[in-house]
Structure formats: structure tokens, C-alpha cells
């Protein structure tokens, strides 16, 4: 997350990141060679902010976020495993008490891959 803007004249840059960690139930159903799946859960995560100008730190602020999450996805069996596909979409809540983004720092990801099942 990044968003640049000027700040008495020099160049401000807004940076920030998070790294969430997320549980969530999911019902699945199967069926001839093909599986989908969906579900819910709890995202949580550190949100690193701060103000970058002209080379260097003003301010920085770290906070924990929380949110709900929201998963799907489809899996076609192929040999021993499952060729996956999965979508993924969470709410974090930013609060930037003195510098960081208000609002929504989570976001949506896509996913693929391949599984062994045993």
C-alpha cells in the first residue's frame, strides 16, 4: 500500500504493508472428478505504516487489524492429487492513530495450485 502527495513542498510518500493470518470453516462437496468448496473464518494481521520524505522516516506506526474472511474455490482431480483454484477476500480494519491508512487494508487474492491427496 502506497499513496505519494506533497508535503511543504517535498515529495511525501504514505507506505504500509500487512501480513494476515486467517482460520476459516469450509463446507466442501465432491462429485465426479471435481470438488468445490466455500466458507468463512477471521483474518488477523500487523500492519506496518509510516511517512517517507525525501530519504528518510518521519513516522511510523504498527497495529494489529481484524476481520472476517470469505473463501471459495474448485479442484479437478488429475493422477494422485487436485489441480486447485481459489479465491480469497477479507476486511481489515485500519485505524491510523497518528499515520497509516483508515479503512480497509485487506483485499482479494487468487490462488492455484496442485495437491497431493493421500
Excluded at 60 to 74: H, Q, S
Aim: negative net charge.
Amino acid at each position: 500500500m502506497n499513496r505519494t502527495t506533497k508535503l511543504d513542498g517535498e515529495d511525501a510518500e504514505l507506505r504500509g504493508w500487512v501480513s494476515p493470518v486467517s482460520l476459516a470453516v469450509l463446507m466442501r462437496q465432491d462429485g465426479r472428478g471435481w470438488g468445490a468448496w466455500a466458507g468463512g473464518g477471521l483474518s488477523t494481521g500487523v500492519e506496518v505504516s509510516g511517512l517517507y520524505v525525501e530519504g528518510s522516516w518521519l513516522a511510523r506506526e504498527t497495529e494489529w487489524v481484524v476481520g472476517p474472511l470469505f473463501v471459495a474455490g474448485l479442484g479437478l482431480r488429475q493422477a494422485k492429487g487436485e489441480l486447485w483454484l481459489e479465491g480469497r477476500a477479507n476486511w481489515l480494519e485500519g485505524d491510523a492513530r497518528d499515520v497509516g491508512f483508515v479503512g480497509n487494508v485487506g483485499g482479494f487474492s487468487i490462488g492455484a495450485g496442485y495437491r497431493l491427496l493421500y
